[in-house]
């Protein structure tokens, strides 16, 4: 029952010398992530394309105590529903035999609605292979827990992380995730695909939601199909990572190496994208809100500017590009508020991401300014006097509440029945106390009685905002 190498000699030497000192070279350069170490991505590449970035994240083992290795990895020889196991008790290489960890396996295999066993799958696969040498030339003797994914599933995805985390507990197991990035575009469109998905796994991390890279990745795609045929062939794996990492108390994903094939080859005409990384428990716990600059804000204003003009001409909001800001390519919830003189001219927007900030910003530009049922169209004269505020949202988080609730910090949404509402933040100015803010969301915005707020079955939600309007 031993796997034999499908790749050797193709993907990686064939001649054990020099394939040990290949990777051994490949390892030299120490790379340190400032967190605790649960798992780390690595690409799957020929080693003289990924070589490099493969090294950089297998460094960061060099002195961690552990004894099994879990590969989430793609899976590229045929179609999977669930996470498929090889039925193999040892994977070869020219280094010689790596133990698949059988009882950690039949664990999994105990779960027939997230697991399965396929041979087939993993006998031509390349996506573990090639993570072999480096584990082997680590020195000490780990077993493997090889796992392939493809399945366009989220939930499942991160249903099968959530429990391969659940399993490594106990164990002295980490985890890697062998994916690549992009696939076949020029390298200028490469860097902004690749680094907008690699923020989108920070994000994930961060808010503590593998959806929102599942998310993330194909509204890319949507945007740059004409120029790539994936934006990381391992997007399952990497997804049902992140649950696996969450599960194991990580919130951060950080970034070590990115590179692409171009920069090897020389030649840019079409790359596929390489990112090296570590998932990790930052301390404290990092942001979950986009980090957006100075400038990056008075673009998105002068974004949602334009767009209302363009509305006021054509009756349309102009589609947005692939942008070259990866913030800008994010999942987002967005609000846009009209001002003039002070008082409000109209509000739309959306608590839950539904589009990529640019789309978002844009969208609910004009939506503020021709669709809020509460003003007429904006025309070409109050568009001269209309001031933007932009807030950029938080996710939403359940409290138990009005005590959890932080008066000036906290937007707040509840939901009662059929009936909702929500405040932003700004809205706090308006109120002296937290009672009068919350009886007003309630009686003006929800339709709710004005106590509604106290009653067990209101459910509440806070969330904050990164909000910036123009001079």
Known sequence: MIRKPAVAGKFYDSVPAELRAGVDGFLKKDYRPSGRLAGILAPHAGYSYSGAPAGAAFSAL?????????????????????????????????LGLVDV???????????????????????????????????????????IVPVLFNTDDAALLEEAGRALGRAMKGRRALFCVSSDLSHYPPGNIAEISDRSVLLALRQAMRNSAP??????????????????????????????GAAAALELGCNDFELA????????????????????????????????ALELTGDMKKELLALARRSIGACLKTGKVPAQPLSPRPEFNQPAAVFVTL????????????????????DMVASYAGAAAFEDPRFPPVTEADLKKVTIEISVLSPLVRVGGAAEIKEGVHGVYLTSGRRSGTYLPQVWEHFGK??????????????????AWKEKSTVLYTYTVDHFEEN
Do not use: W
């Open 257 to 288: 190496v990115y590179t692409h094939s171009g920069k090897v080859s020389g030649d840019d005409s079409a790359v596929v994208g390489y990112g090296a990384g570590f998932f990790t428990e930052a301390s404290p716990k990092p942001a979950g």
């Open 101 to 143: 960890d059988e009882a950690f396996c039949a664990e999994l295999l105990k779960d027939k609605k997230l697991f399965e066993e396929s041979p087939r799958a993993h006998a031509g696969e390349h996506a573990v292979e090639v993570q072999l040498p480096f584990l082997q030339a680590l020195g000490d003797k780990v077993k």
């Open 62 to 94: 060099k002195k961690l105590d552990f004894d099994t290795l879990v590969i989430l990895a793609t899976g590229h020889t045929m179609g999977l529903r669930r996470g498929a196991l090889p039925g193999a008790t040892a994977f070869e290489t020219p």
């Open 211 to 240: 959806g929102y890279f599942h998310q993330a990745n194909g509204l890319l795609l949507a945007k740059a199909s004409e120029y790539l045929d994936t934006t990381a062939c391992g997007q399952a794996p990497m997804t049902a």
């Open 434 to 451: 937290k009672e009068d803010f919350l009886s007003s969301l309630c009686a003006e915005k929800a339709g709710l009685p004005p106590g």
């Open 339 to 358: 001002n003039i003189g002070g008082r409000l001219r109209g509000c739309i927007g959306s608590l839950e991401p539904r589009g990529a900030l640019a």
